[in-house]
């Protein structure tokens, strides 16, 4: 994509092209960074980006740069009360710099709560018990997608902690622009959506944890659409397996 | 929480397994739903929904405000839901906060659609004074009031109460000097517009428990559920919005199964609002 910088890992705020609604809704529009419909953003994982953390992991997909690290299992806060199940505390947050205009971010405070959905019905919590596993999330660089991303790495960093799950978690989004229905889409395409769907599963169990639409769908639609996520939530979980793999034989070849 | 013993649970759910709950009623029956429109004065439009024991207050309010920056052509919705600890003690400061926001966000998901506005339940244009300049903001507020399960399928019927009981005052523009200028406004305190609501969704929340899913689920069976989705679908039987609550996963194909059983429900739950609406609004005007 254009204005992509050459050190990855460098944070810059994406630039801000003047795309408008205007351009997207012509009858053969091409997306902005020239994807296919139904092609996903080439997804870059790595575990291991925090030292003082359990378990972190950081991605890229696109310029939605994102980062999550887990701590614990720790002991419960005082005020708690006894529980026999441990429990899962998730914050997302942004940087001051992540969306193009300064400060944006704090618009998506119901961010943490769905990242706390999406991921409790993966986590064994009874592994656990009297414990709380804290879930940090940053958004370093906002550019669509932003929770599916989120949720997608901080099952990877809960992975990378070591804490017991029925499987991982990969979320997948779709919005429906038009008549057209395009994956994983890009904060431009977002500002013009009539309608988004949201899912994120485990593909192995092949089940849904978390499920979010809006705008107005029809039944062949929403079958459609989910389809296609749950399609891509697979791959997804693909290439996040393969990244803890790789690091967990990058662990042993050091102690070897 | 409810607190059940291990015999009320299997109770509860082996009612369920064999379509018959607790109180009689079917896995896909509402408790009587009670609608009375005009309940708040000061406000523009309002609304008291009872199903069962659980009570709600839906407000609207309208102020003339400026439309946002990115989208002159539309007016502003907010919508807030208030639990108030007079429901139930475990509201009491910041402890319905977590509730309040769940519902306003899936609030907001059923009833405003996406960005650009498509598939909402409250059109957003139709708020505009002068474009760019002046619109209508509407303020949405909830309360709950008794707090007895099933909360989101009455705020929503309470907002749809409220939405068709809300009269809008007509305006009178005049245009400023130059372009620039803020035009002057005429606010009518007599002639109201009526605000359109065919477009407004039900919202079908329908919990799993067991094999089986109910709709209008009490506290208690609530406290059994595995997962509850809820769905709100418009008139034209299209889905406006999806929530999903509860942590345990959902096969693809019980997720689809749920969509068609919520159109099915909705219908008749959206014939229901629209007779009892009609009627608290007869009985209001006389």
Request: neutral net charge; hydrophobic residues 35%.
């Given at each position: 994509?254009?204005?992509?910088?050459?050190?990855?890992?460098?944070?810059?705020?994406?630039?801000?092209?003047?795309?408008?609604?205007?351009?997207?809704?012509?009858?053969?529009?091409?997306?902005?960074?020239?994807?296919?419909?139904?092609?996903?953003?080439?997804?870059?994982?790595?575990?291991?980006?925090?030292?003082?953390?359990?378990?972190?992991?950081?991605?890229?997909?696109?310029?939605?740069?994102?980062?999550?690290?887990?701590?614990?299992?720790?002991?419960?806060?005082?005020?708690?009360?006894?529980?026999?199940?441990?429990?899962l505390n998730c914050n997302v947050s942004y940087t001051t710099f992540s969306t193009p205009v300064r400060g944006q971010g704090s618009d998506h405070k119901e961010y943490s709560s769905m990242l706390h959905k999406a991921l409790e019905g993966a986590i064994i919590l009874e592994s656990f018990p009297k414990t709380t596993v804290d879930v940090f999330a940053l958004v370093l660089e906002s550019s669509g997608s932003d929770l599916p991303v989120v949720i997608s790495v901080a099952s990877l960093a809960l992975a990378d902690a070591g804490?017991?799950?029925?499987?991982?978690?990969?979320?997948?989004?779709?919005?429906?622009?038009?008549?057209?229905?395009?994956?994983?889409?890009?904060?431009?395409?977002?500002?013009c959506q009539d309608g988004s769907l949201m899912i994120?599963?485990?593909?192995?169990?092949?089940?849904?944890?978390?499920?979010?639409?809006?705008?107005?769908?029809?039944?062949?639609?929403?079958?459609?659409?989910?389809?296609?996520?749950?399609?891509?939530?697979?791959?997804?979980?693909?290439?996040?397996?393969?990244?803890?793999?790789?690091?967990?034989?990058?662990?042993?070849?050091?102690?070897? | 929480m409810v607190g059940l013993s291990l015999g009320e649970q299997h109770f509860i759910q082996g009612g369920i397994a064999q379509d018959l709950r607790c109180d009689g009623r079917k896995r896909l029956t509402y408790r009587p739903i009670n609608v009375e429109t005009g309940v708040i004065p000061q406000a523009n439009g309002s609304?008291?929904?009872?199903?069962?024991?659980?009570?709600?207050?839906?407000?609207?309010?309208?102020?003339?405000?400026?439309?946002?920056?990115?989208?002159?052509?539309?007016?502003?919705?907010?919508?807030?839901?208030?639990?108030s600890s007079t429901a139930e003690p475990a509201f009491e400061g910041r402890g319905g906060e977590e509730l309040s926001a769940e519902l306003s966000t899936a609030l907001h998901r059923c009833l405003l659609g996406a960005k650009s506005g498509a598939g909402a339940g409250i059109d957003r244009t139709s708020l505009v004074v002068v474009e760019g300049k002046i619109c209508w903001d509407l303020y949405i507020d909830g309360l709950v009031v008794s707090s007895d399960g099933n909360l989101l399928d009455a705020l929503g019927a309470a907002i749809k109460?409220?939405?068709?009981?809300?009269?809008?005052?007509?305006?009178?523009?005049?245009?400023?000097?130059?372009?620039?200028?803020?035009?002057?406004?005429?606010?009518?305190?007599?002639?109201?517009?009526?605000?359109?609501?065919?477009?407004?969704?039900?919202?079908?929340t329908l919990t799993k428990v067991g094999?089986?899913?109910?709709?209008?689920?009490?506290?208690?069976?609530?406290?059994?559920?595995?997962?509850?989705?809820?769905?709100?679908?418009?008139?034209?039987?299209?889905?406006?919005?999806?929530?999903?609550?509860?942590?345990?996963?959902?096969d693809p194909s019980v997720v689809l199964d749920m969509v068609s059983v919520a159109k099915h429900v909705s219908e008749q739950l959206m014939n229901k609002l629209d007779s009892e609406i009609a009627s608290a609004e007869a009985e209001d005007e006389s």
């Open positions: 994509m254009a204005g992509k910088s050459a050190t990855p890992a460098t944070y810059s705020p994406s630039p801000t092209t003047g795309k408008t609604k205007s351009t997207l809704l012509k009858e053969n529009w091409i997306r902005p960074d020239a994807r296919g419909f139904h092609q996903c953003r080439p997804a870059f994982f790595r575990t291991g980006a925090v030292n003082a953390a359990s378990g972190s992991a950081y991605a890229e997909f696109g310029n939605t740069k994102v980062i999550v690290s887990v701590f614990g299992p720790r002991e419960s806060k005082k005020a708690m009360l006894y529980s026999d199940s441990g429990r804490i017991l799950m029925y499987d991982l978690v990969a979320a997948v989004s779709v919005s429906c622009i038009g008549k057209s229905l395009v994956i994983d889409p890009i904060s431009e395409e977002e500002n994120t599963c485990m593909p192995s169990r092949y089940e849904i944890t978390q499920l979010t639409v809006t705008g107005e769908w029809s039944t062949p639609k929403i079958n459609e659409g989910m389809q296609l996520c749950l399609d891509a939530c697979a791959k997804l979980a693909k290439i996040m397996r393969s990244c803890l793999k790789e690091s967990a034989s990058d662990a042993q070849d050091e102690s070897s | 609304a008291r929904v009872r199903i069962g024991a659980t009570e709600v207050i839906a407000s609207v309010k309208a102020e003339l405000g400026k439309p946002g920056m990115g989208q002159p052509d539309k007016g502003k919705v907010f919508i807030y839901i208030d639990c109460a409220a939405l068709s009981n809300t009269g809008i005052p007509s305006v009178k523009v005049t245009p400023g000097a130059s372009n620039d200028e803020q035009p002057e406004v005429d606010v009518s305190d007599e002639e109201f517009l009526q605000f359109d609501t065919s477009g407004v969704p039900a919202i079908v094999r089986h899913y109910i709709v209008d689920a009490t506290p208690e069976e609530e406290s059994q559920m595995s997962s509850a989705v809820s769905i709100s679908i418009n008139r034209k039987g299209h889905v406006c919005g999806i929530t999903k609550r509860g942590g345990a996963g959902l």
